[in-house]
């Protein structure tokens, strides 16, 4: 069931999973690549309603309490708001899925009705909260991300937020050397997850030497659905001074 209720600008609090919510993850943003991934393609797989609802941009986020998608359609001044109560042990992804679902059902149920693709999207935004853009959703600000592999930072417990020390040398080498306490065949852990260390180490270490960054748009506290190209972007890392 959607509800309609005001909610102040959301930011994730430090140490909880941008992807299920769950917390004492440490300085990292997931608390897995899995988890991370399962949230994205279950996102991804629903972006048939947002092209249905030509959407320009959208956002996702949830709170303890609620899972929101605030949709912006092309040529339409507003934010439309969808909002629904998270059900108490479920994943966030889940309770998209099921949101997805009910106002996919409205929409097929309407263009089987009238025959006219239109007015089945019509119908959809009639059951969101209409938002000024002031209230809502402002667009989404360029990002300069540094292009690292996300399971380096991963494996050796460190944050993006981290790749913008100026101490960002001495930062990589003692992760390693405490993750390696833990990992090292010789300290009970396996060859193959030693080697994977050592391999992210590496990596951090070139691209301290030689940083590269993409721009791109995106919000640092909601995914991001990019209209244009079709695909939900994470949030951006925030970065720090």
């Not at 430090?14 to 769950?22: F, N, P, T, Y």
């Not at 339409?76 to 708001?81: A, G, P, Q």
């Not at 994943?91 to 089945?120: C, H, I, Q, V």
């Amino acid at each position: 069931m959607l509800v309609k209720s005001k909610i102040s600008a959301h930011h994730f609090p430090q140490g909880v999973c941008l992807s299920c919510g769950e917390g004492n993850i440490g300085k990292r943003r997931y608390c897995s690549v899995r988890c991370r991934q399962h949230l994205r393609q279950r996102l991804n797989t629903r972006s048939g309603l947002l092209q249905a609802l030509n959407t320009r941009y959208a956002t996702f986020y949830f709170t303890d309490t609620l899972i929101v998608l605030d949709v912006v359609p092309h040529g339409i001044r507003e934010v439309f708001r969808f909002q629904t109560k998270r059900t108490a042990g479920t994943k966030p992804a889940d309770d998209f899925g099921r949101m997805s679902n009910l106002l996919g059902d409205a929409w097929w149920a309407e263009e089987k009705r009238t025959t006219r693709n239109y007015l089945a999207s019509r119908r959809v935004l009639e059951m969101a909260e209409r938002l000024a853009m002031a209230d809502g959703l402002k667009r989404p600000r360029w990002m300069k991300a540094p292009c690292v592999k996300p399971e380096s930072i991963l494996l050796l417990e460190m944050s993006k937020a981290d790749l913008a020390s100026r101490d960002l040398d001495k930062i990589i080498r003692n992760a390693y050397r405490r993750q390696a306490k833990i990992h090292h065949p010789d300290a009970g852990g396996t060859a193959a997850a030693f080697r994977r260390l050592h391999a992210a180490y590496q990596d951090l270490l070139r691209w301290a030497d030689h940083p590269t960054f993409i721009r791109r748009r995106g919000f640092p506290d909601k995914w991001y659905y990019d209209g244009d190209n079709k695909k939900w972007i994470q949030p951006v890392p925030v970065r720090k001074g």
